[in-house]
């Protein structure tokens, strides 16, 4: 029996087999693809369709893609986002050529090559006290234009009924907010030099975050089913902190972001985290994490698959998995399709595993490549 795309992606979630596993590709900056291989995507399937960015936003340098190409990606998922106020995005659109590029919280990116921009505006780097943290001019998460597109959006993709509707507001979450405002290695210093300043710097940050995504979920009402958060806590080979510190310090942060958005809709929780991050695997099972992203199989312990399913498989669904290190941007389409095959027979022979690039596709891959993965999907991804 063929399923609808959003069946599909409910019976994966649920632990239960689909008929093929569901393909999370396009929707968001975690399981999207640069502008660079769109481009190139568009031009390889003789799409037209305009270079249109995540966010309407250039800097992130993320691809919205168009409706033809999603289609042909085999993608089971469609997004809903929020975006940055009317003014800042007005303000950004008519700065002056290559100049900072600021967003609503004061924080912001430098090009640091013609076209490419990398996160170095941090307006609170210099700041160790509670004090700073009260004179900071906060943004302000009501501003209507922040979300007055979403309801139509939802409701329109609800009324359509057929892809798994995965609702994404760009918040970057408490630690990786706390990076943007300080930079990264500045905060994690002051977790350990300031922590009284480092937590009430995180919990304000949850306080402003919570503004924003009770508007969102308010105006999604029920036409969501996924709703993306995530915090990157892990390096190839470690995590940022210890399991004890991410316990003592942002694990509550985490438990209670999580728990008001589960008290205010139905919709399953997507935690997106880079890097090693299995010893806190049973932290997110607990905090009632559904699904786990994005399986950076290069990055210690994850690449054993086998004791991810073993141990989690039917406690959370994975997503993700298909490596953008090196398999993505260097393998041979060949290489690429036995890969997909090998993840899909370890992850997905009873459900719990949803087929996605490890994190966005990147500048590096190869149109062809992006083809081989979802195709090796609809080839051996079937039962």
Known sequence: MTLTPRERVLMAIANEKPDRAPIVLGVSNATGIK?????????????????????????????????????????????????????????????????????????????????????????????TTVEELDAHPWPDMNDPTRVAHVADQAQKLADDGRFAIIATPWLLFPLERAFAMQGMDTFLMNMALYPEFAEALLWKLQGVCKELMGTFLK?????????????????????????????RVLKPIHADWIEFIKARTDAKVFFHTDGDVFP????????????????????????????????????????????????????????????????????????????????????????????????????????
Not at 220 to 246: A, E
Request: charged content about 25%.
């Open 35 to 127: 502008m660079k291989p769109y481009r190139e995507l568009k031009h390889l399937l003789g799409i037209e369709a305009p270079d249109n960015y995540l966010y309407d936003w250039p800097e992130l340098g993320t691809a919205a893609i168009d409706e033809a190409t999603m289609l042909r990606l085999h993608s089971d998922v469609r997004g809903v986002l929020d975006l940055e106020p009317a003014s800042v995005l007005e303000r950004n659109r008519s700065r002056a050529d290559h100049a900072d590029y600021i967003d609503s919280w004061g924080s912001g990116a430098k090009e640091i090559k013609p076209g490419e921009w990398f996160p170095m505006v941090h307006p609170l780097a210099a700041a």
């Open 219 to 247: 105006a999604l009402g029920p036409n969501v089913d996924i709703i993306k958060i995530g915090d990157d806590l892990g390096t190839q080979q470690s995590l940022l902190m210890s399991p004890d510190m991410y316990r």
């Open 280 to 383: 806190l695997i049973d932290d997110f099972v607990e905090m009632g994490i559904d699904i786990l992203n994005p399986i950076q199989t290069s990055a210690g312990k994850m690449a054993n698959l086998e004791e991810l399913r073993d141990r989690y498989g039917t406690k959370i669904t994975f997503c993700g998995a298909i490596d953008t290190q090196k398999i993505l941007p260097h393998g041979k389409p060949d290489e690429i399709r036995a890969e997909v095959r090998r993840v899909i027979d370890i992850l997905g022979p009873a459900g719990g595993y949803m087929v996605s690039s490890v994190h966005t596709v990147m500048n590096d891959v190869p149109a062809e490549n992006i083809l081989a993965m979802v195709d090796a999907v609809e080839e051996y991804g079937r039962t």
